[in-house]
């Protein structure tokens, strides 16, 4: 059917079939990314790398009741002209990120514009470290409630805590003390505590419950790692990865920067893309370990500068210009019911800051990790288009910037073109 009232559009993705209705004006890159269509973009729809070419399938498809034209579209424009020849022109190639959707078509993705589902090892090293758990399990048995004694069931385990363990001045979560006289009377009165840095109580369990769980997540700008710990001896039960969400809307740091700066609700998407992963993470490893998410009594998330602001919804412009300051270095304790994530709700998150030399990798957006490893692998001529990608004339001026993150680098707005 053509567009509706809403000035919605049909728009079926191939050779996926993913299909739906977008608003009018809406670019193809967005179309693709509402639709769960991954298609490349490096530089964060900036049309500076030009990966996320597709093509318009022209003709009348009576299957989806549409006729789709490249009139359904709107005009191809010099910048996006000089990632095609004639030909390509001639034959409907288009940047996904530069095309904005005026009817209903249907597109082809090409076999090199996919993303591919990759798929993401990371193993935790064994090292010799002191076990010091944030969060640890004490159970005891309290004396029943009669007439002649109606103490408060809170008090009642505060002063059982303190008398047994030596656990003074104890606070108790709001919603934990919502559940705790279910907890008491389900266990007949024996309970297993989870205290957080022995001064608040997190969450009541019947009965004796031994296992500490707890999930430590490095969020790194391309990949998600999280280890599933048992927290009585520090050993690592299971692992869980995952390419990180948010590789759709920037490959690297300062493209994520940057679409936070020119889309009105970039921060929130990008921060909804973690939560999600992150969510996906706990259940990929609560699974594999025979537990539930709720199971999981602490977690501990570690990120580079720029993935530690936008998972905190804190705006990462400002990293992204010199002096490169970021809104904290400290960590920060959160719940992780304010937080959307989906464990226990009472959970204290540490979300950590990580800073290397430059702050948030290379403020002209080249890949360092990756340009390392080719050089290490003599692929000479691959590390310089690497480069080349982020900045064009690198090759030309010769010019190697040795302090990134200081003085040599004189930048401006992250949606000015990136260089040296």
């Not at 999600?276 to 998410?293: H, P, S």
Request: net charge negative; aromatic share 6%.
């Amino acid at each position: 059917m053509p567009g509706n009232e809403d000035e919605k559009y049909l728009v079926i993705f191939q050779p996926s079939g993913c299909r739906g209705y977008i608003e009018k004006g809406k670019t193809l890159k967005e179309a693709s990314v509402a639709l769960g269509v991954d298609i490349e973009g490096v530089c964060g729809e900036k049309a500076i790398c030009g990966t996320c070419k597709v093509r318009i399938e022209e003709g009348n498809f009576e299957k989806y009741g549409i006729t789709s034209t490249r009139d359904n579209l709107s005009p191809i424009g010099p910048t996006e002209r000089k990632f095609f020849n004639l030909q390509q022109e001639e034959e409907g190639y288009r940047l996904a990120c530069q095309t904005k959707i005026m009817g209903d078509v249907v597109i082809f993705v090409p076999e090199e514009s996919r993303m591919g589902k990759q798929v993401v090892r990371k193993a935790a090293t064994d090292r010799p470290i002191e076990v010091k758990p944030a969060v640890k399990k004490y159970y005891v048995e309290l004396k029943k409630a009669t007439l002649e004694d109606t103490l408060g069931d809170w008090e009642r385990l505060s002063n059982e805590l303190s008398k047994k363990y030596d656990l003074s001045n104890l606070t108790i979560d709001y919603q934990v003390l919502m559940e705790l006289q279910n907890a008491v009377r389900d266990g007949d009165w024996k309970v297993t505590a989870s205290i957080w840095h022995e001064k608040e109580v997190i969450k009541v369990e019947p009965g004796l419950v031994e296992k500490v769980y707890g999930l430590a997540v490095d969020v790194g700008t391309s990949t998600v790692a999280g280890y599933l710990c048992d927290m009585t001896d520090g050993s690592v039960v299971t692992t869980g990865s995952m390419m990180n969400p948010q590789v759709v809307y920037g490959e690297d740091v300062m493209s994520r920067i940057s679409f936070t700066m020119t889309n009105p609700n970039g921060l929130e998407i990008l921060n909804g893309a973690i939560l999600d992963g992150l969510n996906g993470i706990a259940e990929e490893v609560a699974a594999a370990a025979g537990i539930k998410r709720q199971d999981i009594v602490d977690m501990s998330i570690v990120g580079n500068t720029c993935m530690h602001h936008i998972f905190l919804n804190t705006d990462p412009k400002y990293i992204g210009r010199s002096p490169f300051p970021p809104s904290i270095h400290h960590s920060i304790d959160l719940k992780a019911r304010d937080w959307g994530l989906k464990i226990e709700p009472e959970v204290e998150i540490a979300g950590k800051g990580t800073y290397p030399p430059c702050q948030v990798k290379c403020p002209a957006g080249v890949n360092g990790q990756d340009f390392s490893y080719l050089i290490a692998q003599g692929k000479f001529k691959e590390a310089l288009e690497l480069v080349r990608m982020a900045i064009p004339f690198a090759g030309v001026l010769g010019r190697i910037c040795t302090h990134p993150c200081e003085a040599e680098c004189e930048r401006g707005d992250v949606d000015e073109p990136l260089s040296l």
